[in-house]
């Protein structure tokens, strides 16, 4: 299993949870302990922004990419088909994204607090939605929340030749354009 291979063993796997686990809690903590006072509203305001905008990435990332592209079709028929296997994007292609789409535009178009801001908020929407899938295919809980997460998630899986269903986190974005199908 190399950099690049999408079924992970136990350790490769988890590392993806630990690496952006690191990542939102250093940043969070640099951006609180060294930002400038007078930024830390603005900075509030683009977190919030970078998790909706990862709500929407999460949403259209699923819908287009994952069931519209190959490789990247292919690849994710294999998850519908052995749901229960570690496969995730390799860690270092989706840090490597995140900085080039994400962090690097911002700076470009800010300074380095607003685009700190701004990625937080994403990679925390991210790590969010990678606990919340393996969770929706490994654990089990009572919570209402998390179980109306596992049917809306089990309702996607289960129609792969009419696929709808996208968001795993939130279902906001199926009902804002019409893939929330009727239950069968």
Same mark, same amino acid.
């Given at each position: 299993?190399?950099l690049?291979?999408?079924?992970?063993?136990?350790?490769?796997?988890?590392a993806d949870?630990?690496?952006?686990?690191?990542?939102?809690?250093?940043?969070?903590?640099? %951006?609180? !302990? +060294?930002?400038? &006072? /007078? $930024?830390r *509203?603005?900075? =509030?305001?683009?977190?919030?922004?970078?998790?909706? @905008?990862?709500?929407?990435?999460?949403?259209?990332?699923h819908?287009?990419?994952?069931?519209?592209?190959?490789?990247?079709?292919?690849?994710?028929?294999?998850?519908?088909?052995?749901?229960?296997?570690l496969?995730?994007?390799?860690?270092?292609?989706?840090?490597?994204?995140? %900085?080039? !789409? +994400?962090?690097? &535009? /911002? $700076?470009? *178009?800010?300074? =380095?607090?607003?685009?700190?801001?701004?990625?937080? @908020?994403?990679?925390?929407?991210?790590l969010?939605?990678?606990?919340?899938?393996?969770?929706?295919?490994?654990?089990?809980?009572?919570?209402?929340?998390?179980?109306?997460?596992?049917?809306?998630?089990?309702l996607?899986?289960?129609?792969?030749?009419?696929?709808?269903?996208?968001?795993?986190?939130?279902?906001?974005?199926?009902?804002?354009?019409?893939?929330?199908?009727?239950?069968?």
């Amino acid at each position: 299993m190399g950099l690049f291979s999408l079924e992970h063993g136990k350790l490769a796997y988890l590392a993806d949870f630990v690496l952006y686990g690191a990542s939102v809690v250093a940043v969070a903590a640099y %951006l609180l !302990l +060294v930002a400038p &006072p /007078a $930024l830390r *509203l603005e900075n =509030l305001a683009l977190v919030m922004l970078g998790l909706a @905008g990862w709500s929407l990435i999460e949403y259209g990332l699923h819908r287009f990419i994952l069931h519209g592209i190959q490789p990247f079709k292919r690849w994710h028929v294999m998850h519908h088909l052995q749901p229960k296997n570690l496969i995730c994007t390799p860690t270092l292609l989706s840090a490597t994204l995140i %900085l080039i !789409l +994400v962090f690097l &535009p /911002a $700076l470009l *178009l800010s300074d =380095l607090w607003r685009a700190s801001a701004l990625t937080l @908020g994403l990679l925390a929407g991210y790590l969010v939605y990678s606990v919340t899938h393996h969770a929706l295919h490994h654990w089990r809980t009572g919570n209402a929340w998390f179980n109306r997460r596992r049917h809306w998630h089990a309702l996607h899986h289960k129609h792969l030749d009419a696929p709808g269903y996208y968001g795993v986190t939130s279902g906001l974005w199926d009902h804002v354009f019409g893939t929330a199908r009727p239950a069968t």
